[in-house]
């Protein structure tokens, strides 16, 4: 299909962004999203799938430059966010989520909603908490190209990088018991009520490009806040155990033959790129080490991630885009950008 002209395609603010609703399957399940343009064009699709923190769509400028680019960016709210269907709750027990189940099923959903929308050849940009969904997603759907897991959280031993000390302590009661997920759920939302962007800036302290995002975008941060307060704390477990417990998926060499890659800040935590070095041998994936942001590097670093699209595009061979992908960090034009 042919989409707008580019010179159609003025900056809105976040309450005029035209979300579409979607039916899939047979129970008609819905999801929430929003496509850069309004409507499908004929140019690649790159397919956002967010993190818990930040069901917001990327700014404007990450949006225009992807299009200059062909790429249309298309932003899917995730089940149980926003006017997204909530999982339903047999799905949310302790036993279902940890054996890998629900994270099983919601894969199942998105991928009902590629097809609904015809999509084909999408980069996929797969953001924190929604990785392990996304580690189902990508055997299961053929028609992605290549995937991005931006700061996916392996079997690792990271507890320490969380930061300031309340965040981690709530983060623990989570996945601790139920007691525990409500008591932080509660206190997570009188922060939000109380100044979501404040929340979000001591969450993202240690990097300043990280921080520079969020001021620059207060107004998307405050809307991410008002998604925050509606998510149930049900969900809230789901994503937080999924990330912070032990994966019974993540075997040895499990992307080995996936067209994918990780991407994570340069300047992330030391630990934290220990740990993921380790894992990344291990299931089988190079790392791209962005040189703006950390846990929004994606979209500080629009120039790596351009450079890597560009840079896996020129070959079908799994092993070659791998190793040529592993190697682009080394490139000093990108170890010196930062986002425009």
Not at 287 to 302: E, F, K, T, V
Request: proline letters at 5%.
């Amino acid at each position: 299909m042919d989409g707008p002209n580019s010179s159609n395609l003025e900056a809105r603010p976040i309450s005029e962004r035209a979300f579409q609703i979607i039916r899939v399957g047979e129970r008609a399940f819905e999801l929430e999203l929003w496509i850069y343009g309004d409507t499908l064009s004929d140019r690649q699709p790159l397919v956002i799938l967010h993190s818990i923190e930040f069901a917001v769509p990327p700014n404007q400028s990450f949006c225009e430059q992807m299009w200059d680019n062909d790429l249309q960016v298309i932003f899917i709210r995730r089940a149980g966010y926003g006017r997204s269907s909530p999982i339903p709750t047999a799905l949310l027990t302790k036993h279902t989520v940890t054996s890998g189940a629900t994270a099983a099923a919601e894969a199942a959903i998105v991928r009902q909603c590629f097809s609904k929308l015809c999509l084909e050849d999408i980069i996929l940009l797969s953001m924190g908490s929604a990785n392990p969904m996304v580690y189902r997603l990508v055997h299961l759907a053929p028609e992605i190209r290549f995937t991005f897991f931006v700061n996916p959280m392996f079997n690792q031993e990271i507890w320490q990088v969380f930061s300031p000390a309340w965040f981690q302590t709530m983060l623990k009661q989570i996945v601790t018991s139920r007691s525990g997920l409500h008591v932080a759920h509660k206190g997570m939302q009188l922060l939000l009520r109380r100044d979501p962007v404040a929340f979000y800036k001591h969450i993202f302290e240690k990097n300043q490009d990280d921080l520079g995002y969020v001021s620059e975008h207060a107004e998307d941060y405050e809307e991410a806040g008002t998604l925050s307060l509606e998510t149930s704390a049900s969900q809230l477990y789901y994503d937080t155990i999924m990330c912070l417990s032990h994966d019974p998926t993540l075997k040895d060499g499990l992307f080995r033959n996936i067209h994918s890659a990780i991407l994570i800040g340069r300047d992330s935590h030391e630990h934290w790129r220990r740990q993921m070095e380790l894992e990344a041998a291990r299931v089988g994936l190079p790392i791209i080490y962005a040189p703006a942001g950390d846990l929004l590097c994606a979209y500080n670093s629009p120039d790596t991630l351009l450079e890597a699209i560009s840079t896996q595009s020129r070959t079908t061979c799994v092993e070659e885009q791998k190793y040529a992908l592993s190697k682009l960090s080394e490139n000093p034009k990108l170890r010196s950008a930062r986002a425009k």
